[in-house]
């Protein structure tokens, strides 16, 4: 994920141009903010007109407003005080609730933004990442972003609208006094920046390291049969414990950095608070300035520089929030390499015929696989499709879904090219059974009737009973409604392909492919299953690919594959005849020399 990221981007900009709805919300919130600090700023000024009220009692500035007598000036900054803290109060409240409902928005639209984003792309690119990585940025990413929302870009705002406003009132009152406050926010302005681009890629390097142990943890505990199998649990412990080690020290880095910044800012401030007190103090006692000012100058200048401490700490946030948020929008703008066609499918009015020409294609960074490859595969037919590892076989499957782009040449469909259909319509028109079988946690008819609307019942138990399931199912506790675990976990292998194969079925699409799809069963339900492919493959375009040479002994014609060619080709009889590469295979498979 990291080597997409474009530095050169501004981050902000990137994230509110995937937030222009929201616009309304940013704006209600930012000036729900500006209020409050306003608001909140006016307390040092009642203290500095009570100050002038009581020290110049008639002469005071309120009595130039018409408020003659004392205790009427008094009671005139009751009232607005309590007025003013009323308002500081509900704007506080409404900034409060608004720029939480926009973290929580924000954060909505992000995640199902970058998950929608990331269902369109290619399967090189899952190859290129791993799952523990994208899971850190769809979560703790977005959660991070969503933590700044919360509280941060609030206290951004009211930090700008103290210096601009109390600056302006203190420049206004005594600028002379007011220019030794003024002396370290440049300085410490600079000084953000300065440890804002410090920080910078030591924050990416603390998100990157925080997607390995992510990744670490998906795959161990998706491996953790195999873990215990080999007796690795030790070996696994430390090499996590390198990588939790490895964040750590990368969080330490980062750390440093940022808690220095505080402690230097505070001297800087203190510097400014030391000035305004002697200075301001020496002016009000020689007659100056009002003694009323310069209580409003020593109230104001904590509430113009203290604020600045917490800067360190916001810029820190900041920080982290944008490392995280390139990632997410990283990934969002990851480019789709395989687009969807304009023309659309019917499922009801596919005929099946199915042509590879000249097609040419390699995986990244491997060599060539299929080079000026070419097959046709009638409509409604069987083809069966076998050949060592690695000869080709599944590919096929795979560009015929579109998961990769070609090369070179064309697949069609219907004498259409597939990349004229809508992606979406072509890939409901095939019914795929894998070899490596994905089973959702839910219930075996969740599973079951998975991608297709509007089932029932009966249709789900005769899908079933055509994937010889139903006997299996019947004796569970729970029959149909029996919860499977996470990947199906509390089945076994040949049980979870039967409920694929069920699901395929159940999908009815006019093309059915076969990916191994009896490796994992036994030898009577390999049998009855052939049995049920008389039924299921009737008026269908059928692709059956196998290591097991009996599931296509009965194909209309078999495919040989070797090395991404194919070798031979013709029907089980013809190729025992031929007695070539299949009939190799055969012989060994069965122990036999003929059919």
């Not at 951004?156 to 600028?175: C, D, E, F, R, Y």
């Not at 299929?370 to 069966?384: C, D, Q, R, S």
């Not at 292998?493 to 799809?517: C, F, T, V, Y």
Request: aromatic residues 8%; contains cysteine.
């Amino acid at each position: 994920m990291s080597s997409r990221t474009r530095p050169g981007h501004n981050s902000l900009r990137r994230l509110l141009s995937n937030l222009q709805q929201q616009y309304h919300l940013i704006i209600a919130a930012t000036f729900c903010s500006v209020l409050n600090k306003l608001f909140d700023l006016a307390p040092p000024a009642l203290i500095g007109l009570s100050v002038d009220v009581v020290v110049r009692e008639e002469n005071s500035w309120l009595s130039s407003l018409g408020f003659s007598s004392v205790p009427m000036q008094l009671g005139v900054i009751a009232v607005g005080s309590f007025l003013i803290w009323s308002a500081e109060s509900l704007f506080e409240y409404l900034y409060g609730l608004l720029w939480r409902n926009l973290a929580q928005t924000a954060q909505h639209i992000l995640r199902i933004k970058a998950y929608a984003h990331l269902q369109k792309l290619e399967m090189a690119f899952f190859e290129e990442d791993n799952s523990g990585r994208i899971m850190t940025v769809l979560n703790d990413d977005i959660n991070q972003l969503e933590r700044f929302l919360d509280h941060g870009a609030n206290q951004i705002l009211q930090l700008l609208v103290t210096v601009l406003l109390v600056g302006g009132a203190m420049a206004l009152i005594a600028p002379g006094v007011a220019l030794f406050a003024f002396i370290p926010i440049p300085i410490i302005f600079v000084g953000s920046i300065r440890f804002q681009r410090q920080l910078a890629p030591r924050y990416k390097d603390v998100r990157d390291k925080a997607g390995n142990i992510a990744s670490r943890l998906s795959n161990n505990l998706g491996g953790i049969l195999t873990i215990k199998s080999f007796a690795t649990e030790s070996w696994e412990l430390e090499s996590l414990r390198r990588e939790s080690h490895s964040y750590r020290d990368s969080n330490r880095k980062a750390i440093k950095l940022s808690a220095a910044f505080i402690p230097l800012i505070r001297f800087a401030i203190l510097f400014a608070f030391l000035a305004i007190l002697i200075i301001g103090g020496i002016k009000a006692w020689r007659g100056d300035i009002a003694v009323g000012s310069y209580s409003f100058l020593v109230f104001i200048t904590q509430r113009l520089l203290w604020p600045l401490t917490t800067l360190g700490h916001t810029l820190d946030e900041y920080q982290r929030s944008m490392a995280s948020t390139n990632r997410v929008l990283d990934l969002i703008d990851t480019p789709i390499n395989i687009s969807s066609g304009k023309k659309s499918l019917c499922p009801s009015q596919i005929t099946g015929e199915i042509k590879f020409e000249n097609i040419s294609f390699k995986y990244q960074e491997r060599l060539p696989l299929l080079v000026n490859f070419n097959l046709k595969i009638p409509a409604g037919k069987t083809i069966g499709i076998v050949g060592a590892t690695g000869s080709g076989k599944s590919t096929l499957v795979k560009l015929l879904l579109r998961l990769y782009n070609l090369d070179k040449g064309t697949i069609t469909l219907d004498k259409e090219p597939i990349e004229n259909y809508k992606l979406e319509d072509l890939r409901r028109s095939i019914a795929l059974v894998s070899q490596e079988v994905y089973l959702f946690h839910g219930s075996i008819r969740d599973n079951i009737s998975y991608g297709t609307k509007n089932v029932h019942n009966e249709e789900i138990i005769n899908a079933a009973n055509l994937a010889e399931a139903s006997e299996f199912i019947n004796n569970l506790p729970e029959g149909f409604e029996t919860m499977i675990g996470e990947r199906g976990q509390k089945l076994s292998g040949g049980q979870r392909q039967r409920i694929a194969l069920a699901r395929a079925i159940l999908k009815s699409a006019p093309i059915l492919i076969l990916d191994e799809a009896t490796a994992s069963v036994d030898n009577e339900t390999e049998a009855a299953i052939q049995r049920s492919l008389a039924k299921i493959t009737k008026d269908r375009t059928t692709i059956v690919i196998a290591h097991r040479l009996s599931t296509v002994r009965n194909a209309d014609q078999i495919v040989v594959m070797d090395k991404g060619k194919i070798i031979e080709i013709g029907n089980h009889n013809y190729l025992i005849n031929n007695k070539r590469t299949y009939y190799d295979l055969w012989k060994v498979q069965t122990g036999l020399g003929n059919n």
